[in-house]
């Protein structure tokens, strides 16, 4: 072995330990407890695919699997939209830009139990922010997370707030945009509308595939918001009203650590890790056409 390679190994040995030993091996033995009746306070019975019939048949299991898709097919379309218009006007040579893209960018690394605190206070139907600027334009707001059919939007709505993140990424594609590309087409006449969909698009559009599939894998392990804002914190009213945020990763929570089930919560999470693969490889397969490289389309 050559002495470079040698020294590479050991440069990244630290993290190759760290992944056999806190990733890769937890992660086979949670397959194997999967096949299991297990409640970590007994050793685990083999019981083979049980655990993966019983989740077929479960329900709460499906209600889970619709809050999730929900959350992620609204919240991740809007948030590559939201972040794309902000980083549109932040691209903007203007006064005090450092002072905006920073205020913009902050609620990205936000604690988000700080911030599922603060939304419970913005979301409150009584005395929140939210409905008291609508009350002051005469609207009046919904009861929010109290209301099933508003609790999976509020959550949207929230999601919202921590976009800096893509906007930080699609604003460096931005800027990556050859200026003499768009220059060239304004010669010929294009409008700032054609500019951008005919180069500014095209050539941002790797940028926003990794904004889409960091998302989507994101938003379908959505689960502090959820835990900190719906009642996770009291065993047996999480997810509420009616079940309407429970979300996969929150009902595995409480089969694992509420009702200590954690054969049955490890078969979902593996059924969890294979739909968000399957939703990884589709969002690639359908964008990698669409997206331009220097090399070309791939």
Known sequence: MKEETKQGWLFVS?????????????????LYLSFTASSLLSPP???GVENYRRMFADPIFYRSLSNTAYYAFLGVPLG??????LALLLNAPVIGLGI???????????????????????????FGLINTALAAVGIDGPLWL??????????????????????????????????????????????AVKRFWAITLPMISPALLFNLI????????????????????QPGSEGGPNQ???????????????????????????????????????????????????????
């Open 14 to 30: 630290p993290w190759v330990i760290g992944f056999v030993l806190l990733t890769a091996g937890p992660m086979l033995y949670s």
């Open 45 to 47: 019975q083999w019981v």
């Open 80 to 85: 590559m939209l939201l972040s794309l218009l």
């Open 100 to 126: 905006f893209r920073t205020l913009f960018f902050l609620p990205s690394v936000t604690n988000t139990v700080a911030m599922s605190i603060l939304w419970l206070w913005l979301l409150n139907p009584e």
């Open 146 to 191: 109290q209301d099933e059919a508003w609790s999976k939007p509020a959550l949207v709505l929230m999601s919202l707030w921590t976009v800096g993140g893509q906007m930080i990424i699609t604003l460096a594609a931005l800027q990556g945009v050859p200026k003499e590309l768009t220059e060239a087409a304004s010669l010929d006449g294009a409008g």
């Open 214 to 233: 960091m998302g989507l894998v994101g938003a379908l392990q959505v689960f502090t918001q959820a835990f900190v804002m719906t009642g996770g914190v």
């Open 244 to 298: 309407s945020t429970l979300f996969i990763v929150l009902y595995i929570y409480k089969k694992a650590f509420q009702e200590y089930d954690m054969g049955y919560a490890s078969a979902l999470s593996w059924a969890l890790f294979v739909i968000i693969v399957l939703c990884t490889w589709a969002a690639w397969r359908f964008a990698r056409s669409r997206v331009h490289y220097e090399g070309g389309a791939t």
